[in-house]
């Protein structure tokens, strides 16, 4: 019913920057929060950085000053603007939103399939 697709990810040095974006599509009657989350390789996942609605954001301490999220609401789609990466910022990128089908409906959340981020040192 609602499908969110990531874009962007890549390969990258040290330094260097990515883009990643995310769109929802389907049967969407509203998206509340939108996120990011991360997993490394035999780690968990974890949040990297989420937006609400109105456009409050807050971001994991390891992030913070170098990541910005933002989203577009009339285009369902949210954004992860990456500067300064590190090679411990190297993991699989997730998107993620909590998604209303309906008005009479609770909001679930849903994830995309993920987008490799890969930084070189």
């Known amino acids: 019913q609602v499908q969110l697709v990531e874009s962007g990810g890549g390969l990258v040095q040290a330094g260097g920057s990515l883009r990643l974006s995310c769109v929802a599509s389907g049967s969407i009657f509203s998206i509340n929060t939108m996120g990011w989350y991360r997993q490394a390789p035999g780690k968990q996942r974890e949040l990297v950085a989420g937006i609400t609605s109105g456009g409050r954001t807050n971001y994991a301490d390891s992030v913070k000053g170098r990541f910005t999220i933002s989203r577009d609401n009339a285009k369902n789609m949210v954004y992860l603007q990456m500067n300064s990466l590190k090679p411990e910022d190297t993991a699989v990128y997730y998107c993620?939103?909590?998604?209303?089908?309906?008005?009479?409906?609770?909001?679930?959340?849903?994830w995309g399939q993920g987008t490799q981020v890969t930084v070189s040192s």
């Open positions: 993620n939103a909590g998604v209303r089908i309906g008005a009479m409906e609770r909001s679930r959340t849903y």
